[in-house]
Structures are given as C-alpha cells and as structure tokens.
C-alpha cells in the first residue's frame, strides 16, 4: 500500500478522533451545567427566592461561564482557528529569521 494514502489515513483519523472529543466534550457541557443550573434554581426557589431572582443569580451562570471558556479554547483547537498566530503571520516570522540569519551569515564572509 501506498505511504502517503496511509499517512492521509492516520491524518484523517486523528482528526475524526478530535472531532468526536469535542462534540462530546460539547454535550457534557450542555447536560451537566443544565443539570447544575436546575438544581440551583429549584434549591433556590425552594428556599423563598423568586425565579426571577435565582435564574439571574451569576452563581446560576458562573459555571456555564468558566466552562465555556475552556469549550471555546477547546473549538479554537478543533478547528484550527487562531486570530493570534495565523499562517500569514507564520510565514512573516519564518522569513524573518530567514532573513537575520542570512544577513548574520554575511558577516563573516
């Protein structure tokens, strides 16, 4: 068999493997912080808050916050999406160094 189709083989592998933990790492999110949240309002209402109140309490909230930030670092992994160090700013920096490196070699020419 061919090397290279065995390589796209393991590639796409690993990238289904990823998707897979993320969308269950997605559905975990959105079934234990719902069950949490309902726990707190029910423990809330139960002891004389309206659900008005207990629903726009942060502790209602704060875990769907937090977690959600971890979730959403976890997407920006997935789907390779990062507005930080994108290609185009790779490549800059490559040919950056390229570059000083070049000019450092020159000196002792």
Not at 46 to 53: I, K, S, Y
Not at 78 to 99: A, G, H, L, T
């Amino acid at each position: 068999m061919d090397t290279r189709y065995l390589d796209k083989q393991i590639k796409a592998k690993k990238r289904v493997e990823e998707l897979k933990g993320f969308y269950w790492h997605l559905a975990s999110y959105v079934v234990v912080n719902l069950f949490i949240s309902t726990m707190k309002i029910v423990r809330d209402m139960g002891d004389g808050e309206t659900f008005g109140e207990t629903f726009w309490d942060f502790g209602t909230f704060a875990v769907w916050f937090f977690w959600g930030i971890g979730l959403a670092f976890h997407a920006m992994k997935v789907f390779s999406y990062n507005p930080f160090f994108s290609k185009e700013w790779e490549e800059r920096q490559i040919q950056k160094y390229m570059e000083e490196d070049k000019r450092e070699a020159e000196k002792y020419r």
